[in-house]
Every structure is written in structure tokens, then in C-alpha cells.
């Protein structure tokens, strides 16, 4: 039998499809996206903020307001995820000096907004009252704590963000149990319990499931030693035959990480060295670095004056990041949280990898 295309109803539904992609880009775009007037991207505004030391931004309608700043960009990841929220201008400013009056009732003082910049910030007060930022409705909003910002010139760009993010989202049925060096080696530190554990990991073999150790070449367990600690700790066989194993180093991103320098900046030079396949920064010049700093979302120019003129220690790029490349939607596990765990965060952050934390197996 011979098929016929019918021309019409083809077009229909393209079209249908057509709306429905673009309908879920527009409610994610209202849900997630801001914007922003930038003078230099890399670069603060130099702009004192009223509200408090943050990221600010303002609602997709608030356009001219933006502009005022700078080039108009649109900003992802910039929105507070609990603001304190007001109606008005007014409102804000009310609630501000009450705040800044508490803290110098507290203090023993009258309202003196010196004495209260001196001793604390707005930005301070607010997250001990557990607020991440504030929202003046239509107007505009602060993030005291901004964390995997993304900005794009172009509404194309914004779209074609969307896609990927969206493709990844239907895609990642399973979820991927990291763990990092829970192994026999580091078992003086680990305080979970080890039987609860292997039933978790036991739990999820619907999910890829991928252990990050320590080998011989540190000095700790081999494979073979380790797949059996885990079977003697009550993983099952058919899940360690199954499980993918991954051998790693540690101490890659360490001297920023010990140095207090934020994990956001570590993690955009990070990607700037991966996606430019470079491995060290001991190989950036000056231009290069001039190049990371115009580049990247970072404000933070610390990192490069940690590490510009380092003659002893420096940040590199592990093969494990190839590795992390491959899964989506990770669950991480181990430790230590403030060390070897931290290094995973950053490269995942660095590879634009959804993951979150389950602080119940985690050292």
C-alpha cells in the first residue's frame, strides 16, 4: 500500500509541537530568568545596592530599569529561593530600617545606621533571619547568596540553554549514586553506619551507581580489595559487578578550596580550563587570564590573584572529569565534605551537573 503524507495535517502537527516547546520555554523563562544591566560582564557595576551586598536583578517586565545600568542580559539561577517579599519600594525600606533599629536596640543604641555598618550587614542580618534575598514585586530583588549563575546576551542563547537543560531533564530517568572515598582506608573518619549504607546502595540499583576511591598509587586499597571490603560491608555481588569504579587522585582543587576562595569561582575556572583543554593554571599567561576574567559569570577576581603569580601550588583538571561528563542528576555521598567531597561539587558545578548532597553517608 502506498502512503500518502497529508500536507496539512503534518503541518498542524508540527505547529502543535511547535507551541508546546515554545510554551514550556516561556513558563520555565517567567519561573527562572531575570535580567540585568551589565556595563562590563566579569566586572561589579560599582552601583551601591540598598538593599544589601548581593546579586541584583529585576523582573523580565522591568526592562528600562535594567537598562539604565548597562547592556541587558538575561540571568538564570538569580532568583532568591526564600525572599523575604514585599509589595513596594516603601515596604523595603521600611523593613530595612527596622532591621538595622533592631540590631542597634540590641546593641544598646539608638537607630544609627553607622554603628550598624561597622558591626554587621544587611546581607548578615538577613540570612540569620533566614532570608536568601528580597523581591520588591515588579520591581526588583537581591540574592545575598548567588550560586551557578548563567548569563546570556541573546534570547537565542537563553533558548538554546533551555533545550539542553530540557533534553537532560527527560533524559535522566535514573539518578547517579556517587560515592567518594568510602573505603576501608578512610574508615577511622567515617561515623554513619556502614550496614546502612550497603542497604542504601543496595536500595538503588535502578540508578548507575559509581565508586570514587583511592588506590594503590596513594597508598590505599586495590580494586580487588576494595570491591571485597564492600561485599564484607554487605554490598551486594550483582551490584558491585554492575557498579562502575573509578580510581582517583585528590588535591586538584585544594589550594583555592583551603585559601577560602568561593566555590563558584573555583568551579568557573575550572570549566575555563577544561573547555579551553588546558590542565593546569600554572599554564595561563596574562592574556589568558585577562581572557577568564572577561569570559566567565565570576565577580570574583581573588582566585587569579591567588594563583596568577603561584610559583608552589596551582589548581588542575583530573581525567575524572571526563568521567563525571558522561552521567546526569548525581547523589553524592562520602567525603571528606570539606575536602575531597568539596573537589567533586566543584567539578560538577564546573560540568553544569545537577547533583545534591544525602548528609546521612557523608563524612
Not at 502543535?16 to 562590563?40: D, L, P, Q
Amino acid at each position: 500500500m502506498k502512503h500518502v503524507l497529508n500536507y496539512k495535517a503534518f503541518i498542524t502537527q508540527e505547529k502543535f509541537i511547535n507551541e508546546n516547546i515554545n510554551n514550556g520555554y516561556t513558563k520555565w523563562k517567567r519561573k527562572n530568568v531575570t535580567i540585568r544591566g551589565i556595563k562590563e560582564l566579569g566586572k561589579t557595576n560599582n552601583v551601591y545596592g540598598s538593599y544589601g551586598k548581593g546579586l541584583y536583578t529585576v523582573p523580565l517586565s522591568n526592562v528600562s530599569m535594567a537598562r539604565k545600568y548597562g547592556d541587558i542580559y538575561f540571568v538564570v539561577n538569580a532568583i532568591p529561593k526564600n525572599p523575604k517579599i514585599v509589595q513596594y519600594t516603601n515596604d523595603a525600606e521600611i523593613f530595612i530600617y527596622n532591621l538595622i533599629d533592631k540590631f542597634c536596640t540590641k546593641h544598646d543604641k539608638e537607630y544609627n545606621k553607622n554603628f550598624f555598618e561597622a558591626n554587621t550587614s544587611i546581607e548578615k542580618e538577613m540570612l540569620e533571619l533566614g532570608y536568601d534575598g528580597l523581591i520588591i514585586k515588579g520591581r526588583e530583588m537581591v540574592n545575598y547568596t548567588p550560586s551557578n549563575i548563567k548569563y546570556f546576551k541573546t534570547e537565542n542563547e537563553l533558548q538554546n540553554y533551555y533545550n539542553d537543560i530540557s533534553m537532560v531533564l527527560e533524559n535522566k530517568i535514573t539518578q547517579t549514586i556517587l560515592s567518594v572515598d568510602i573505603q576501608p582506608g578512610h574508615q577511622d573518619g567515617i561515623h554513619f553506619d556502614l550496614d546502612e549504607y550497603a542497604d542504601y546502595i543496595n536500595n538503588n540499583t535502578s540508578n548507575n551507581i559509581i565508586f570514587m576511591f583511592n588506590g594503590e598509587d596513594l597508598g590505599y586499597e586495590s580494586l580487588e580489595e576494595y570491591q571485597s571490603w564492600l561485599f564484607d560491608i554487605g554490598v551486594e555481588e550483582d551490584v558491585i559487578e554492575n557498579a562502575i569504579f573509578i580510581e582517583k587522585s585528590y588535591g586538584f582543587f585544594r589550594y583555592p578550596i583551603d585559601y577560602g576562595i568561593e566555590e563558584n569561582s573555583i568551579a568557573d575556572l575550572v570549566r575555563y580550563l577544561y573547555d579551553n583543554n588546558i590542565n593546569n593554571s600554572y599554564e595561563l599567561d596574562e592574556d589568558t587570564w585577562d581572557d577568564f576574567v572577561e569570559t566567565t559569570d565570576s565577580y570574583n577576581t581573588e582566585i587569579r590573584d591567588l594563583l596568577e603569580f603561584e610559583n608552589f601550588s596551582s589548581l588542575s583538571i583530573p581525567d575524572l572529569m571526563d568521567d563525571l561528563k558522561k552521567y546526569y542528576n548525581y547523589i553524592l555521598v562520602g567525603g571528606d565534605i570539606n575536602q575531597c567531597l568539596k573537589e567533586i561539587e566543584i567539578a560538577l558545578l564546573a560540568l553544569d551537573k545537577q547533583y545534591e548532597i544525602y548528609r546521612k553517608f557523608t563524612y
